[in-house]
């Protein structure tokens, strides 16, 4: 009895086809860990970016702030300079200076009587506080939860150096009247950021 020994020549290249090598199947125990050196650098700079994001105010927040304090140094600077000053503007006198009319500046802060809707002048706006329900230069009542403004009049030195710093210590008194006044806006939004509006108007 004869065996045939010859192998069928689909089975010769069926076991061909399984004959390579082991890194064509998947990665090498080096290149997984080259991988995760690469990922863990890169963790390191991108993690603190993120943070940013997430920390970071949102737009809508600061956009309201900002118009609320604009909003409200747009409609102090519209006023006239002092509670004196004549219609259609003009110096008056200060204690810097005698150029303008006999009639002197007054203190800062609303005369008696005055509200809100009545203010004529700049500096009656000294110490307005709201918080949650502002008014409009209407007088229009509108909410918004979180927020508050608060607005400073002081005098101060025409030389001030910068504007913004507390010396020569701004003066509230008619007797220390000086040609500026300062005005700060500063507005605090719901995550306690705060926005400071400054300007600087003066006696003409």
């Known amino acids: 009895m004869m065996i045939n020994m010859t192998k069928h020549p689909t089975q010769k290249s069926a076991n061909a086809g399984n004959n390579r090598p082991s890194s ?3 990665f090498s125990l080096l290149e997984l860990i080259i991988t995760i050196v690469i990922l863990g650098f890169s963790s390191l700079v991108l993690i603190p ?7 970071s105010p949102d737009p809508m927040i600061r956009q309201r702030a900002i118009s609320l304090g604009q909003g ?27 150029r303008g009319l006999a009639i002197p500046a007054s203190a800062i802060g609303a005369e008696g009587g005055e509200t809100r809707i009545d203010y004529d002048d700049v500096d009656d706006y000294h110490n307005l ?3 949650n329900d502002f ?13 508050g403004r608060t607005a400073k009049i002081e005098y101060i030195a025409s030389n001030a150096t910068p504007i913004t710093t507390t010396a020569p210590t701004g003066a509230l008194t008619a007797a220390s ?11 605090t939004a719901p995550n306690q950021e705060q926005f400071s509006f400054v300007s600087v108007v003066c006696n003409f």
């Open 135 to 147: 008014r409009d230069q209407n007088n229009t009542l509108f909410i918004l939860n979180g927020y």
């Open 177 to 187: 009247a000086t040609d500026s006044k300062r005005i700060v806006v500063t507005v």
């Open 129 to 131: 506080t709201e918080t």
């Open 49 to 55: 970016f993120f943070n940013a994001i997430t920390r």
């Open 24 to 26: 064509a199947f998947g």
């Open 72 to 98: 409200l140094m747009d409609e102090i600077l519209a006023k006239k300079w002092d509670e004196n000053t004549p219609l259609g503007g003009g110096a008056i006198a200060t204690s810097e200076s005698t």
